[in-house]
């Protein structure tokens, strides 16, 4: 399969304030989880894969096309911007009809491409309502409507579900599942980690201008090996397998929660010690009643990154 995106030691600033610096990416097709706090960047870089900004050094190609000035290629590019750009003063269906029709599509054809998006993100029964009197969690599902109008094979989505309630957020979840499950491609920004994990175990994290990491999110976490693993032992026994694993010079710290019945180990290597704990419960007949890694996330494996910046 080739790339979808390409970029290529990418800067961008903007007087002395700095955008995004020196990134090399290369998306395949999927969902694509760009993560990062507010500020991180994470706007700068859609906006460049957009073609909205133009980059101060480096390059950046979609489909093998180069972004910026090229107006053919959004025939093939959705985009779903972090803030509201409306003619406020027309209705949902009015809108997405003209939307449709700057994509060429003739005066019938435009009202039934937008009748047909609003209704994938509920706003159907307000289509002749002027937008101005939409809600936050109504525009923002309008702007996703506006940018899968045209059925594009890749769609850039800045926060998209900002504002909105939570049974549309997995309903919009499922509709980029959904749409990458017929061949297409989504990058697809937040801060909130859970609604990346949510949609896609492929992630970039980005944090000031710059990706810290790429990948599958169990591979990201694999690779740290200084960052020591949690890992939490419910058992009636708690304090036995606690004794076990004292003086195991892979064990970093050893804490107890008596009142859960809960020991939780630090280890720098989890195969060793999950390797010394199946052996030990087993010869000893114990019981278990959870074993957990509470650190074994998204969140964890991003605060871990970001401290060593």
């Known amino acids: 399969m080739a790339p979808v995106l390409e970029a290529e030691s990418l800067s961008k600033w903007y007087g002395n304030i700095l955008g995004v610096s020196d990134i090399s990416l290369v998306l ?7 993560l990062g706090p507010n500020g991180a960047g994470k706007t700068t870089f859609l906006r460049l894969a957009s073609g909205q900004l133009k980059p101060n050094r480096g390059r950046i190609r979609i489909f093998g096309e180069p972004v910026f000035n090229n ?4 025939q093939r590019v959705g985009f779903c911007p972090e803030n509201d750009a409306y003619y406020r003063g027309v209705s949902g269906g009015d809108y997405l009809s003209f939307l449709a029709r700057l994509h060429g599509a003739s005066t019938q054809k435009a009202r039934n491409l937008a009748r047909t998006a609003l209704h994938q993100v509920g706003l159907e029964e307000v289509a002749g309502k ?3 009197a939409y809600s936050l969690g109504m525009r923002q599902r309008l702007k996703v409507s506006a940018a899968i109008l045209h059925d594009p094979q890749l769609l850039i989505l800045d926060e998209p579900l900002k504002g909105v309630d939570p049974l549309w957020r997995v309903r919009i979840t499922d509709l980029i599942r959904d749409f990458a499950s017929r061949g297409r491609t989504v990058i697809v920004s937040s801060h909130v980690l859970p ?5 896609t175990n492929r992630i970039v ?3 000031q201008g710059q990706i810290l990491a790429e990948g599958d999110i169990q591979e990201i976490r694999g690779l740290l090996d200084s960052h020591p693993h949690m890992v ?3 058992a009636p026994h708690f304090r036995r397998i606690a004794e ?6 892979h064990v970093l710290t050893i804490r107890f929660d008596n009142v859960r019945q809960k020991v939780v180990f630090n280890t720098d290597n989890r195969d060793h010690f999950f390797a010394c704990l199946n052996r030990f419960v087993v010869e000893e007949n114990l019981e278990i009643e959870e074993i957990t890694s509470p650190d074994d996330n998204l ?4 605060n871990y990154l970001v401290g060593r910046k």
């Open 28 to 34: 395949m097709p999927g969902v694509h989880g760009l």
């Open 71 to 74: 107006p053919g290629l959004f």
């Open 130 to 132: 002027a937008i101005s």
């Open 195 to 199: 609604e990346i994990e949510a949609m």
């Open 205 to 207: 994290l980005i944090h």
């Open 232 to 234: 939490s032992v419910c």
């Open 244 to 249: 076990r694993f004292v003086g195991d010079h």
């Open 299 to 302: 969140q964890a494996v991003f």
